[in-house]
């Protein structure tokens, strides 16, 4: 007879009440091992307002009160970018598990205090970086997996999107620009696709334009070369500052990867789902701004259809809850992943400053 795994009763705090935190919160209340959620946010309002819509038994504005609730055993990290360090570290001092959004620090310096924490712990601790846990780059990963391109020498990944939302990363945070905060799934994408292979050399162009011209340190376009430390070449590309009214609500990317014995080709910029429509459909992350003409299936997160939200972030919470619940295995990046993708982004900020090759690993 085979064993069922017994399913754990998870107790669940969502620290952020943002589009995020919200996306996670409604996912976890349909999860059937979630029998208790709490919710916290500097805004004590925008808590309250979240923990009423989803039906959770406690909100706060104080994020350490949620996360130490004694019916809490798992948190999710849904803070600004800049604001992870503090509830994650309070989260593995209680010894709860915790999934928090990428990039998992802004800085070096915060990114390996939480990994020496999480490392000294031992705790169980997942970043998320979501583009993992869109179908397509799934099944690319198994046919990676299965040899069946022989091995990678070469890969290339671009991402477009509009300045609406780069403006609205960088008026949240001036430090999370397009690269360290969305080039980064690329990176992170890059580095699953490949395996455990370091990064040896970054090297990075870029052009300004409106994003400087609205008054933040931002390029509105960014190409880098890594150099692996096997020799394998990868080019990265993005811009976040295509016209306010461009069809994409988040992510028009592709993806090549090239092997010895195959290649693969994933276009996901969603040209091939367009619609038209007088009534306006809203973005997913700008609640005041709608376009006419859009990709579907372009947001970033997924889609609400049928009062259900499908794709990459509906895939990835349900996956790290059964994680959770059921002892199955996940694919969601660890802290020391997150970490080296934080370096590959900084590298390349660096590499545009000096107009120069980087070196990794980078000097602190």
């Given at each position: 007879?085979?064993?069922?795994?017994?399913?754990?009763?998870?107790?669940?705090?969502?620290?952020?009440?943002?589009?995020?935190?919200?996306?996670?919160?409604?996912?976890?209340?349909?999860h059937p091992a979630v029998h208790y959620l709490a919710v916290s946010d500097s805004d004590p309002d925008?808590?309250?307002?979240?923990?009423?819509?989803?039906?959770?038994?406690?909100?706060?504005?104080?994020?350490?009160?949620?996360?130490?609730?004694?019916?809490?055993?798992?948190?999710?990290?849904?803070?600004?970018?800049?604001?992870?360090?503090?509830?994650?570290?309070?989260?593995?001092?209680?010894?709860?598990?915790?999934?928090?959004?990428?990039?998992?620090?802004?800085?070096?310096?915060?990114?390996?205090?939480?990994?020496?924490?999480?490392?000294?712990?031992?705790?169980?601790?997942?970043?998320?970086?979501?583009?993992?846990?869109?179908?397509?780059?799934?099944?690319?990963?198994?046919?990676?997996?299965?040899?069946?391109?022989?091995?990678?020498?070469?890969?290339?990944?671009?991402?477009?999107?509009?300045?609406?939302q780069g403006l609205a990363v960088l008026k949240r945070d001036r430090h999370a620009t397009p690269v360290?905060?969305?080039?980064?799934?690329?990176?992170?994408?890059?580095?699953?696709?490949?395996?455990?292979?370091?990064?040896?050399?970054?090297?990075?162009?870029?052009?300004?334009?409106?994003?400087?011209?609205?008054?933040?340190?931002?390029?509105?376009?960014?190409?880098?070369?890594?150099?692996?430390?096997?020799?394998?070449?990868?080019?990265?590309?993005?811009?976040?500052?295509?016209?306010?009214?461009?069809?994409?609500?988040?992510?028009?990317?592709?993806?090549?990867?090239?092997?010895?014995?195959?290649?693969?080709?994933?276009?996901?910029?969603?040209?091939?789902?367009?619609?038209?429509?007088?009534?306006?459909?809203?973005?997913?992350?700008?609640?005041?701004?709608?376009?006419?003409?859009?990709?579907?299936?372009?947001?970033?997160?997924?889609?609400?259809?049928?009062?259900?939200?499908?794709?990459?972030?509906?895939?990835?919470?349900?996956?790290?809850?059964d994680h959770l619940a059921m002892a199955k295995a996940c694919v969601l990046a660890t802290p020391k992943?997150?970490?080296?993708?934080?370096?590959?982004?900084?590298?390349?900020?660096?590499?545009?400053?000096?107009?120069?090759?980087?070196?990794?690993?980078?000097?602190?």
């Amino acid at each position: 007879m085979q064993h069922v795994a017994e399913r754990k009763t998870l107790g669940l705090a969502i620290v952020g009440a943002g589009r995020i935190g919200t996306l996670r919160a409604r996912l976890a209340m349909d999860h059937p091992a979630v029998h208790y959620l709490a919710v916290s946010d500097s805004d004590p309002d925008r808590a309250r307002n979240l923990a009423q819509k989803v039906g959770a038994q406690f909100h706060s504005g104080d994020n350490r009160e949620v996360i130490a609730r004694p019916e809490v055993n798992a948190v999710i990290v849904s803070t600004s970018e800049g604001e992870h360090m503090a509830p994650v570290l309070h989260a593995i001092e209680l010894g709860k598990p915790v999934l928090v959004e990428k990039p998992i620090a802004l800085t070096l310096a915060d990114a390996d205090a939480m990994v020496a924490a999480i490392e000294k712990a031992g705790a169980n601790v997942r970043v998320g970086y979501s583009r993992r846990y869109k179908e397509r780059y799934l099944i690319a990963k198994e046919q990676i997996i299965q040899g069946r391109l022989g091995k990678v020498v070469g890969a290339a990944a671009r991402v477009y999107n509009s300045r609406s939302q780069g403006l609205a990363v960088l008026k949240r945070d001036r430090h999370a620009t397009p690269v360290v905060d969305a080039l980064t799934y690329y990176v992170d994408l890059m580095n699953w696709l490949l395996g455990d292979t370091p990064i040896a050399e970054v090297y990075a162009r870029g052009q300004r334009g409106v994003l400087k011209e609205a008054g933040y340190d931002a390029d509105d376009v960014n190409w880098a070369v890594f150099t692996y430390a096997d020799g394998t070449v990868v080019n990265l590309g993005i811009s976040y500052a295509l016209p306010e009214k461009y069809p994409a609500l988040g992510h028009a990317a592709r993806v090549e990867v090239l092997g010895t014995g195959g290649v693969m080709i994933l276009d996901d910029d969603h040209t091939d789902q367009l619609m038209y429509t007088e009534k306006g459909i809203p973005h997913v992350y700008l609640p005041d701004h709608t376009v006419n003409m859009v990709f579907l299936q372009s947001g970033t997160p997924g889609d609400w259809a049928l009062g259900e939200l499908w794709g990459p972030i509906a895939n990835e919470t349900r996956a790290w809850l059964d994680h959770l619940a059921m002892a199955k295995a996940c694919v969601l990046a660890t802290p020391k992943e997150a970490r080296a993708n934080l370096e590959a982004t900084l590298a390349i900020e660096r590499s545009l400053e000096s107009e120069h090759a980087v070196t990794l690993p980078l000097a602190q």
